[in-house]
């Protein structure tokens, strides 16, 4: 998986992802999104564009990171991944209604 993260203006970080979201790579996740809370930075955009698999340990990263920016006054923010899988994933865990999704970084920036 690749990681990068890059601060947009109103001190939002949009963090993309690229590869699979899985057991494997959501501790390198899980820590890089703590690097940024931990730093105050807790309004996160992930980009999930580009990911093709999501599993439980790749949700439970994500969710870690939502609650620890809320508790800081932010909030995490994804872009719907672009395989319907992955995607499908967030649906069957209602997990799209937990997160506010959409399909691109700027709209996510934008709405801030």
Not at 4 to 28: I, W, Y
Not at 59 to 75: E, F, I, S, T
């Amino acid at each position: 998986m690749d990681i990068t993260s890059h601060t947009h203006n109103l001190d939002v970080v949009v963090v993309t992802l690229t590869g699979r979201l899985d057991a494997f790579e959501a501790k390198d996740v899980r820590a890089m999104l703590t690097e940024h809370v931990e730093a105050g930075r807790c309004r996160l955009v992930i980009d999930l564009s580009a990911v093709s698999f999501v599993d439980s340990a790749g949700l439970a990263a994500l969710v870690q990171a939502m609650k620890r920016c809320r508790q800081a006054g932010g909030d995490v923010r994804l872009v719907r991944p672009g395989n319907s899988d992955a995607n499908r994933v967030f649906e069957l865990t209602k997990f799209d209604r937990v997160f506010q999704m959409r399909d691109s970084a700027t709209e996510l920036v934008d709405g801030w």
